[in-house]
């Protein structure tokens, strides 16, 4: 598996971060199954996995535009790091690094996301306008995989696809709670 990093910090790269409260094995392997992510991505419907490293996601954009994107897992760490990022063209890239630690508490886990994506400051005014905000939504994901994690079921509707996280959706993945 090629090694590669993010590009330096620079104003179109989004952190955050969140403790949830189960063993950081658990909180691994749950993530790196790609197949869980639509569980609790926003705007991610389907991730089909395509061979070890490579994926392709069905993302849900405004006005219910449907795209298609191949990711390529460019490094991983068991039980650390899974660095992502969309293949194609390298100027229209978006990076992903997923940070697993111990967390402070006995049996919890800090989830770290770097995420870098393309065009820089013009790139985040354009989404701006067609209401996407790369740093609220990184903040909303991280806060649903903990709930997904810790409870099995997603309350937190913020930057998502209208509908993808009603009641009757959630209850059906009541039991990923107990991973």
């Known amino acids: ?18 403790t949830i409260q189960r063993p950081l094995s658990e909180v691994f392997s749950f993530y790196r199954n790609f197949g869980n992510l639509p569980l609790f991505l926003g705007d991610v419907m389907a991730i089909q996995q395509i061979d070890q490293v490579h994926s392709r996601w069905t993302i849900q954009g405004p006005l219910g535009i449907r795209v298609h994107w191949t990711i390529k897992v460019t490094e991983e760490r068991a039980n650390e790091l899974i660095r992502y990022e969309t293949t194609g063209s390298p100027r229209l890239r978006t990076y992903w690094e997923i940070h697993f630690f111990f967390g402070s508490q006995a049996g ?5 996301e770097v995420m870098r994506a393309p065009f820089g400051r013009l790139g985040r005014a354009a989404l701006a306008l067609i209401g996407k905000y790369p740093a609220e939504e990184v903040h909303a994901n991280l806060h649903r ?18 509908g993808k996280f009603a009641r009757g959706l959630a209850n059906k993945y009541k039991k990923i709670g107990s991973v």
């Open 108 to 112: 919890a886990t800090e989830v770290r």
């Open 1 to 18: 598996m090629q090694m590669t990093s993010l590009p330096p910090h620079e104003v179109n790269q989004v952190e955050s971060s969140v």
């Open 145 to 162: 995989f903990k709930e997904i994690m810790e409870t099995g079921s997603v309350t937190d509707t913020a930057y998502s696809v209208a």
